[in-house]
């Protein structure tokens, strides 16, 4: 389903220009009758957001499919709701899922959108977009839509892409509408500065903002100690924490010790960032997930094995169900450690358990073991996944195509590289030019034209053949060593645009003749 936000503005816009006011939309609920055309009701326990959260990697349509489903079953949605499962997805960076759901919210079930939710949709479109699409969605918005929440959002575009000048110069604009005079603007300008390494610019935008009353929150004080730590200045992070620490009018969270912890490691000063984590552990209510994941792997930063330990223990007393995050940040932290029965262990647990089959964690187990050299272990761990009706990714095909390499199995290496290239996400794969040098050689030396032949096929199939390549002038030798014939050949080198030299064409002779 496209987006109708970007791509069918005349369609909508109108519709939504009547909705939209200066205060928060009141809760809407969709009824079946309503919303979508009456249909089969077929019982499914799961609750809404589970289902959202299990369609994973799935294509477009796949969110207003599950939507159209939980409506057909005679279930109510709310505004409310919705949206929530809209924060959760951008959460855990589910970006597309996220827009498509606002996108049904619109499109399918009529419901209105606030401005704190049109600033959402804006950085999702953003994301998911680029960002010409999301300027061309605020320059429709509607006069009383543009406020301090979704010129903010903008601001977080431009700040996000690095786009300094025309951040600066939007942020020129909220300051003459008298709107720019919070702390999250404050933080995309000193977050952008961090990225570009500008940090003295960093450090000014800091004392700048607290000069104009504008008060830093403890993400301020988190980008500005990074921002010390980039250029090594470790004192003056500590300095910061100080100032955190004795000011009465900031409560320092958990987020700032995680980030002070950090930077000890980076600097490997593991007993201080230890003593951080202490204090950060100090803040746990148990209501945090997230805040032992960050303990599980910042122990694992300092080399401390047993705390690992200690802290995953305590986060399965502290919460019944493991996420799948939970389980991939413990296998990460294992593997900082080459604890391989460790990692068995847990993987064998998340098995037992899980609802949703992420491949990423198979793929950590798989990448352990072929360092390792436990080729059949990995291969069982494949095995598994397949049976779970999941197909090796790019980083699965990778991570076996390497280690064939390494082993000189170039057969068994060309097989990966060959299930990369039938994969949908192929374009996005890079094959090293010094690794597909080891393959042509290896195939040009044994006459095997067969191979060389799949290998050009993949490599075309990702993108190395758009242009000259050395690979077709591999394959006239290989047909050459071979004592082979194609007829098909020269006319394929010239559909590739691919000059020869003319001893590169008087080769192509005898094999073409």
Known sequence: MSWCFTRHLPRWLPAARRMLSTQSIPVAEVSPAAAIASGEKKLDGRPLYRRLSELG???????????????????????????????????????????????????????????????????????????ESAEQ??????????????????????????????????FEKMKDLDIASSTLALNNLMAMYQKLGQHEKVVSAFHNFKSS??????????????????????EAVEGVLKEMEDNDEVVVQWNAYSTVAAIYNYA??????ESALKKLESLNDGSERELFHYLISLYAGAGNLEEVRRVWKLQKTTFTEQTNRSYLTMLHALNKFDDIEGMKRCFEEWESVAVAYDLKIPNLLIAAYLRNDMEREAARVLEKAKAKNLSPDSR???????????????????????AASELKEAGDWKLDGEKMDVFLKHFEEAG??????KLCTSLKK????????????????????????????????????????????????????
């Open 448 to 453: 095997d034209v067969e191979e060389m032949e």
């Open 213 to 234: 009353n504008v008060a830093p929150d403890n993400l301020s004080y988190c980008i500005l100690m990074n921002s010390y730590a980039s250029v090594g200045e470790i």
């Open 268 to 273: 490997a000063m593991h007993k201080k960032a």
């Open 396 to 418: 699965t095909c990778q991570l076996f195509m390497d280690y064939y390499l390494k082993n000189g199995k170039i057969h068994l290496a060309a097989r990966y590289c060959e």
């Open 462 to 513: 990702l993108g190395f053949l758009d242009s000259p390549s050395k690979a077709y002038e591999s394959l006239i030798r290989t047909y050459v060593t071979a004592g082979k014939r194609s007829s098909s050949l020269r006319q394929r080198i010239f559909d590739a645009n691919v000059e020869l030299d003319p001893k590169m064409y008087k080769l192509l002779g005898k094999v073409c003749r």
């Open 57 to 131: 990697q799935a294509s477009e349509g796949s969110v207003s499919r599950t939507m159209n489903k939980w409506v057909r079953e005679g279930k109510v949605v709310r505004v409310n709701q919705l949206i929530k499962h809209v924060k959760q997805l951008r959460k855990y960076r589910r970006y597309r899922h996220a827009l498509e759901l606002m996108d049904w919210m619109v499109k399918t079930a009529g419901m209105n959108l606030s401005h704190t939710n049109l600033a959402i949709c804006l950085d999702l479109i953003c994301k998911v977009r680029g960002i």
């Open 137 to 170: 969605f605020f320059d429709t918005l509607p006069g009383p839509a543009k406020n301090e929440r979704t010129f903010g959002s903008l601001l977080n575009c431009y700040c996000s892409e690095k786009l300094a000048e025309k951040a600066n110069s939007l």
